[in-house]
């Protein structure tokens, strides 16, 4: 299915049922520390409340007297207790609603059922997410006029984004279709790997050094089948042919989970700030489970699949913005996962005070000046193959103007493509400009100009499409291949499209270009 560049138009692959129960009236959260029901606080029409839904990860279980804590709404101890980060919600935002997700369902009232480890790892994170808004909007039905921020650590951070998508991308946007008068307002993500995790982890770091402990037999077992739900869907997300500084932000839980469009995960969090929505990720860099080349170094590193891309400047009158937080908590030593208690730095998240700032800073309004800077993840390099005797590429204009078509909603764009910056090899960086609404907007993209016999020195380029380029276009010239890395101006460009043109010897080009993470073509450019 072709895909949109510009605008925010979405067309689903799937409809997603959710069964809705009968609702029946709330009981009173309570306080975490002494579990005794908290006052209710007055829900009269546009006094509006606070719910906060926590989410555990991998191998984590609830007890029944986890599951009874809070009112019956749930006290998960990785979230519930002193010093952690309901605790500290509690005292910021007073008489606000806090629920524990349930990897095995809940009641009419959105009451969490007890679960055991298992579920988390045997289960499809598709429909653990469906599963998440079906409780959500149960608990709704009884606490009407509530704004809900959605914090999920580890796995838990995965199912919170992929409800984050299916709410964004599904069937005519379905932000309004939480009941009551309910609105989701934030998602954050701690210490998730959203862009996947490479396939040999389960089977070394993970079930080796640190989560066996929970689930004892069974998780060795079930890894060992090689038909674990959980890790294909992780292991679908991750592409170790992505540059390892953006994989949170092009991975694509839209199209590998809740398989509604192609999506990558930097969009739909983009998507989702043009709705007045806050996306939060933040992570500890000194987690030792996303780095496995510290216990062997033949496995690849993925600490970035972590974050997506912050975006603050477009931050709206409804509150919307990306943010991508990092902090350090912990030694960086495989030794360390030795120690069965530390797990890897892997929970520092949910008792660090400064993500608990931070957290309370994000759904006041403010930026996250608590936690750090996450390092420089926006620009993948072009990384040259070496090659005996590079042709030298050919000498271009630096500004080539133009159109684009596409396909799905058969518009035509005005565009053009400036060079800034050109390398010896072919390489060069630039920006790619796009006429919309009246309103010239722009991105940062990374490109070569090269011979099509020697597109092998560049591993960013896919010879399948060189190949459909020229098989569309036939002549003789120089494959002119860009993609886009960063917003410059503006927001309504997508980001991670590639564009494949045939630049003639009379300087004119003739292209196709990709949505992201697409093999399917958006539309036709040219340029002069």
């Given at each position: ?46 006094d ?28 998960d ?66 606490h009407?006029?509530?704004d ?30 939480l009941?009551n008068?309910?609105?989701l ?59 390892p ?19 990558n995960n930097?969009?739909v ?10 996306v ?9 489970l ?14 970035s ?19 991508a ?27 660090d ?9 994000v ?39 133009g ?6 909603n ?46 092998n ?15 569309q ?26 564009y ?11 292209g ?17």
């Open positions: 299915m072709k895909q949109m560049l510009f605008g925010s138009k979405r067309m689903p692959l799937i409809c997603l049922v959710v069964i809705i129960l009968a609702a029946c009236s709330g009981t009173p959260v309570t306080n975490s520390s002494t579990n005794t029901p908290s006052p209710l606080p007055s829900q009269q029409s546009g509006r409340h606070k719910l906060f839904v926590f989410l555990s990860g991998f191998t984590s279980t609830l007890s029944t007297s986890d599951a009874a804590g809070n009112g019956g709404y749930g006290s101890p990785d979230f519930f207790g002193s010093g952690r980060i309901q605790s500290f919600l509690q005292d910021k935002f007073p008489g606000s609603y806090f629920l524990t997700y349930s990897y095995s369902g809940f009641n009419p009232e959105g009451k969490p059922d007890t679960y055991s480890c298992p579920l988390t790892t045997d289960s499809v994170i598709a429909d653990l997410a469906v599963g998440l808004r079906s409780q959500i909007s149960q608990f709704l039905r009884s009407p006029y509530t809900v921020y959605v914090i999920g650590h580890s796995l838990g951070g995965v199912i919170a984004f992929s409800f984050l998508a299916l709410m964004i991308e599904g069937k005519n946007n379905l932000l309004n279709s009941p008068g309910g609105a307002k934030g998602v954050f993500t701690l210490d998730s790997p959203i862009g996947g995790v490479a396939s040999s982890w389960l089977y070394t770091v993970g079930a080796q050094y640190v989560f066996y402990k929970n689930c004892n037999a069974h998780l060795l077992e079930v890894l060992l089948s090689g038909k674990v739900p959980i890790e294909k869907g992780l292991n679908d997300l991750f592409n170790s042919a992505t540059s500084e953006s994989q949170g932000a092009t991975a694509s839980v839209d199209a590998k989970i809740t398989l509604l469009n192609q999506n930097q969009a969090a983009l998507d989702a700030m043009r709705f007045g929505l806050t939060s990720t933040f992570g500890n860099s000194s987690d030792v996303w780095q496995p080349s510290l216990c062997n170094n033949h496995f690849t590193d993925f600490l699949t972590q974050w997506v891309q912050e975006v603050q400047s477009g931050r709206n009158k409804q509150g919307g913005a990306v943010y937080r990092s902090f350090s908590a912990g030694t960086l030593d495989c030794n360390a996962l030795s120690n069965k208690n530390d797990q890897a730095n892997h929970f520092a998240v949910l008792t005070p400064n993500v608990q700032t931070a957290i309370w800073q759904i006041i309004g403010q930026a996250p000046n608590a936690l750090m800077s996450v390092p420089v993840i926006s620009t993948p390099t072009i990384t040259p193959v070496p090659a005996a005797t590079p042709t030298p590429p050919p000498t271009v204009s630096s500004r080539f103007y159109t684009l078509d596409e396909y799905q058969s518009t035509t764009y005005q565009v053009s493509l400036e060079r800034t910056k050109t390398e010896a090899d072919g390489s060069f960086e630039g920006k790619w400009h796009a006429t919309i609404n009246g309103s010239e907007e722009d991105v940062i993209v990374n490109g070569v100009i090269v011979p099509f016999n020697e597109i020195r560049f591993n960013q380029i896919s010879p399948d499409k060189a190949l459909q380029l020229q098989q276009y036939p002549g003789s010239g120089t494959l002119l291949w860009f993609t886009s890395t960063s917003y410059d101006v503006g927001q309504d460009i997508w980001l991670g499209c590639e494949y043109g045939l630049l003639q010897p009379d300087g004119s080009v003739q196709l270009w990709y949505p992201p993470n697409s093999n399917a073509e958006g539309g036709t450019f040219q340029l002069a």
